[in-house]
C-alpha cells in the first residue's frame, strides 16, 4: 500500500534540512515510523521559504516539501494560491499513491486535494471553527489565520467522505458539520519515551503547566490560581514552560505585577524552556500533578503523556478532554473558575491517596488506548476501508 500524508512539519527542524534540531511533531513521527514498516509512506508539507521543492529519504521515510507562496500572499487569498500549487503538484504524482491521509484541518492542506481522484481521509486534531470563538485579540496575526482556515474548513471539509476522530466532542463536529461523513475511531500515538518509566506522584510539591503564554491555553487561570492556592499551601511551586524560557518570562511577570499576584514571586514560580520527551520526564518524577486549564481542546498530547507516565491531571471540562478523564477517578476535571483550580490543586496536594488511586488508574487505561500496535492496525484497517469503500461495486465483482 502506497500512502501519502499531508500534514504541516517544519522545515528548519528536521534532518537532512538546514538546522535540523529533531522531529518537531512527536505524534507524526510515534506513528510514521512503526506504520512504514508495512506500507511505503511519503510524508509531503508545503513551504513558503525553501528555493524549490525538495525531496529525500529519512530511513524508509519520503519526504517531500513542496515549495508554496509566503504566507501574507496566500492569506490573501483564502488560501487559495497555496492549494492550487500543491493541488497541481499533487495531481502530476496521484498515479503513485493508493490513499491520501491529511493530517488535521488547520493547515487548510484538505482544500488542495479534496478533488483528486484518490481515496482520502482527514484525521481531526484541532477544530479551528470551535477555537475561534475564544480568540480575544480584534485584530492579529493568528485571528486572520484562522478566519481562513474556518473557512476552508466549513467550505471543504464536507466534500470529503471519511474522518478519524478521537473523542466525543469530535465526532460530534463532524457529525453536525459534515453530512455524508464516515467516522473511523483512532486515537493518537503517543511517544514511546513515556511508555518506558512511570512516577510517584506522592511526596512532591511541584505542579508542572505547560501551556506558554497563550491564554486560550489557561496560563493567566493557572497563575491566578496557583496564586490564590498558596494562600492554603504556601510550599507548593510552580514549573512553568515557556517556548523561550526565562528569556519571555517578561510578559508573565507583567501580569502577574498586573493582577497582584502577592504570593508567587522567583522562589516558587520556575521557568523552562521548551522541553524534549526525557526533560519531561526528569520534571514530572518532581510533580505531583499536570495543570491543564484550557478554554478549548480535543485529545491533548500532554494529558494523555501525563497518564500514561503515572502523573495525576487536572484539566478543564472543554471539548474533547472528557473523553479522557473520568472525574475523580482517572483525573480532575474542573471548570475555568481559578476558585474551583486552585481547590482541585489544593485538595489533590493534600491526599496522598488520591494522587496514587488517580495515578494507578490512569496510567494502565491511557497506555491500553495509546497502545501503538494496536494504532497501527487500526490505522491500517481504516486504510484498507477507506480504499475498498472507494472502488466501485462493479469494478469490485
Not at 534540531?21 to 515510523?33: D, E, F
Not at 518509566?197 to 497563550?214: A, E
Not at 490543586?345 to 491526599?351: E, M, P
Request: proline letters at 5%; a neutral charge; charged letters at 20%.
Amino acid at each position: 500500500m502506497k500512502v501519502l500524508w499531508l500534514t504541516q512539519l517544519p522545515y528548519s527542524q528536521l534532518p537532512n534540512t538546514k538546522n535540523p534540531q529533531g522531529h518537531p511533531v512527536p505524534w507524526i513521527a510515534s506513528l510514521a515510523q512503526p506504520l512504514s514498516d508495512q506500507i511505503e509512506l511519503t510524508i509531503a508539507s508545503n513551504n513558503g521559504r525553501i528555493e524549490a521543492d525538495e525531496e529525500f529519504m529519512i530511513g524508509n521515510i519520503r519526504y517531500w516539501f513542496i515549495k508554496a507562496p509566503r504566507l501574507a500572499f496566500n492569506l490573501a487569498s483564502l488560501n487559495s494560491l497555496s492549494s492550487n500549487v500543491i493541488h497541481a503538484k499533487l495531481m502530476k504524482r496521484i498515479q503513485e499513491f493508493d490513499l491520501i491521509h491529511i493530517h488535521g484541518s488547520e493547515s487548510m492542506l484538505h482544500q488542495a486535494c479534496w478533488n483528486l481522484p484518490v481515496p482520502k481521509v482527514l484525521s481531526v486534531q484541532g477544530i479551528i471553527d470551535e477555537y475561534y470563538r475564544y480568540l480575544e485579540e480584534p485584530f492579529s496575526r493568528r485571528r486572520l489565520l484562522w478566519q481562513v482556515a474556518r473557512h476552508a474548513e466549513n467550505t471543504y471539509l464536507p466534500k470529503l467522505s471519511h474522518f478519524m476522530c478521537r473523542t466525543e466532542w469530535d465526532k460530534a463536529w463532524v457529525k453536525r458539520n459534515c453530512a455524508n461523513a464516515v467516522i473511523h475511531h483512532c486515537w493518537e500515538c503517543i511517544r514511546r519515551e513515556f511508555f518506558e518509566t512511570q512516577v510517584d506522584p506522592t511526596d512532591k510539591n511541584k505542579i508542572f503547566f505547560l501551556g506558554g503564554g497563550d491564554y486560550i491555553k489557561g496560563n493567566r487561570e493557572a497563575l491566578v490560581a496557583f496564586n490564590k492556592a498558596l494562600h492554603s499551601a504556601p510550599e507548593l511551586k510552580l514549573v512553568y514552560v515557556l517556548p523561550g524560557g526565562p528569556s519571555e518570562a517578561g510578559q508573565i511577570e507583567e501580569f502577574i505585577t498586573a493582577n497582584n499576584l502577592d504570593k508567587i514571586n522567583s522562589d516558587n514560580l520556575i521557568i523552562k524552556s521548551r522541553m524534549g520527551a526525557a526533560e519531561m520526564i526528569a520534571e514530572y518524577r518532581n510533580c505531583f500533578c499536570l495543570l491543564h486549564p484550557s478554554y478549548i481542546d480535543n485529545s491533548p498530547n500532554t494529558v494523555c503523556e501525563a497518564q500514561i507516565i503515572g502523573l495525576p491531571v487536572i484539566a478543564s471540562k472543554v471539548g474533547g478532554v472528557g473523553s479522557l478523564i473520568e472525574h475523580g477517578k482517572t483525573g480532575i476535571l474542573t471548570s475555568l473558575n481559578t476558585d474551583d483550580i486552585s481547590k482541585a490543586i489544593v485538595d489533590l496536594y493534600r491526599d496522598k491517596q488520591k494522587q496514587q488511586a488517580i495515578a494507578s488508574t490512569a496510567l494502565p487505561l491511557a497506555r491500553e488506548r495509546h497502545n501503538a500496535s494496536d494504532i497501527v492496525h487500526t490505522t491500517l484497517a481504516i486504510y484498507e476501508n477507506v480504499i475498498k469503500s472507494a472502488i466501485p461495486i462493479n469494478a469490485a465483482v
